[in-house]
């Protein structure tokens, strides 16, 4: 039975994405819907809550992330500059914040809660979604899928969830100095900001160095680059994470700096492209179990709690703050609204590219 579920999971891995092409949906969405049906049926007693398996839960959506982030790097042709990245740094020093400080606000005053609280809320909601996202972030490298609303999508989106954790951790500073009375703005500033942001940076940037030497640059017949064995960057990425959060400093972060340091070592080798590939397919069957889990915490009570208040607060979120956001970050050197109101609205469908896009040069 086991067997026989994984099997067909697999199959619908490969055969999903090209079935949903021309249709209104995505391949979360089916995942979700499946996961709903499946645990509805009266034979499974499973119930997978999250609550319930908080430790595998926690486990099981950090590999996700993890893979995802990485096939995130890799798949970037576009060099890394402070300059071409501007719409990355935008979105992540005008569009984050902003979304924080609005979510912050919409949880204290509509929500009740409080303001430790709704700043922990924001803070958690504020990143996009690499993993969910994928679909419309750059094609795989070197086949020019990269305008500039999937580049903005794919590499705010390596880099948010890094960043927006010194947010949590004030929520969580804010909390325990409401309790215990105690200092803590040195220790969110130096910890949490500075040795967690910079210590991801640069652990991640020497262990994708290591790796791009290992794989591109070793002498000869040893070189990994020669044995097309695309499992080099899932070593990567665990011994990132691992390294890094071993350290306490951030692991996401981490992860997505090794995979543009590794994919900058030699950034048009075409193993570049069999890295990503395996990358993506476990990535796509992880998210597919995850999000089959998921549809069936939908149906076994997850959303039970939430009234009308929580729902009409995340359609503000997902409606109002985020497309405003979206619009006020790009500054006079973006004319294109569709840009913006794709990159927020993550719609493909509604996204007609362009030339006029903005200034990268």
């Known amino acids: 039975m086991i067997l026989t579920g994984a099997g067909l999971l697999i199959a619908l891995v490969a055969w999903l994405p090209l079935a949903l092409k021309r249709l209104p949906l995505s391949l979360p969405i089916v995942c979700m819907g499946i996961g709903a049906a499946i645990f509805s049926l009266p034979v499974v007693r499973l119930k997978p809550l999250p609550l319930d398996y908080p430790d595998i839960t926690e486990r099981f959506t950090e590999f996700v992330v993890i893979i995802a982030l990485i096939g995130a790097g890799l798949k970037l042709d576009r060099p890394f500059s402070w300059r071409k990245w501007g719409v990355t740094w935008r979105l992540l020093a005008v569009t984050m914040p902003l979304g924080i400080a609005?979510?912050?606000?919409?949880?204290?005053?509509?929500?009740?809660?409080?303001?430790?609280?709704?700043?922990?809320?924001?803070?958690?909601?504020?990143?996009?979604?690499p993993v969910l996202a994928s679909d419309i972030q750059v094609g795989p490298p070197k086949t020019g899928e990269e305008d500039e609303v999937r580049f903005g999508l794919t590499s705010e989106a390596g880099l948010n969830d890094g960043l927006a954790f010194p947010f949590v951790h004030l929520a969580i500073a804010l909390g325990l100095a409401a309790t215990t009375g105690e200092p803590w703005a040195s220790q969110w500033v130096l910890h949490n900001v500075v040795w967690e942001i910079?210590?991801?940076?640069?652990?991640?940037?020497?262990?994708?160095?290591?790796?791009?030497?290992?794989t591109f640059h070793v002498p000869a017949d040893t070189k990994l680059s020669k044995t097309g064995d695309g499992l080099i960057a899932i070593s990567a990425t665990f011994v990132s994470y691992g390294v890094t959060e071993l350290i306490h400093c951030y692991g996401f972060l981490a992860v997505f700096v090794t995979?543009?340091?590794?994919?900058?070592?030699?950034?048009d080798h075409a193993f570049n492209r069999q890295m990503h590939d395996i990358t993506e397919q476990v990535?796509?069957?992880?998210?597919?179990?995850?999000?089959?889990?998921?549809?069936?915490?939908?149906v076994s009570g997850l959303l039970?709690?939430?009234?009308?208040?929580?729902?009409?607060?995340?359609?503000?979120i997902l409606l109002v703050i985020r497309p405003i956001g979206g619009m006020i970050a790009p500054g006079r050197d973006c004319q294109d609204f569709r840009v913006w109101a794709g990159i927020m609205g993550k719609k493909e469908s509604h996204y007609v590219p362009t030339q006029r896009t903005c200034d990268t040069e």
Do not use: K, N, Q, Y
């Open 283 to 298: 990535e796509r069957l992880a998210m597919m179990v995850l999000l089959l889990l998921f549809g069936g915490a939908l």
């Open 304 to 316: 039970r709690p939430l009234g009308a208040t929580e729902v009409v607060a995340a359609a503000i």
């Open 259 to 267: 995979a543009l340091t590794l994919r900058r070592s030699h950034r």
């Open 198 to 214: 910079g210590a991801g940076i640069i652990g991640g940037w020497l262990i994708g160095r290591l790796f791009g030497w290992l």
């Open 102 to 129: 609005a979510m912050t606000l919409l949880g204290a005053s509509m929500l009740g809660l409080p303001w430790a609280a709704a700043l922990l809320l924001a803070a958690s909601l504020a990143p996009t979604d």
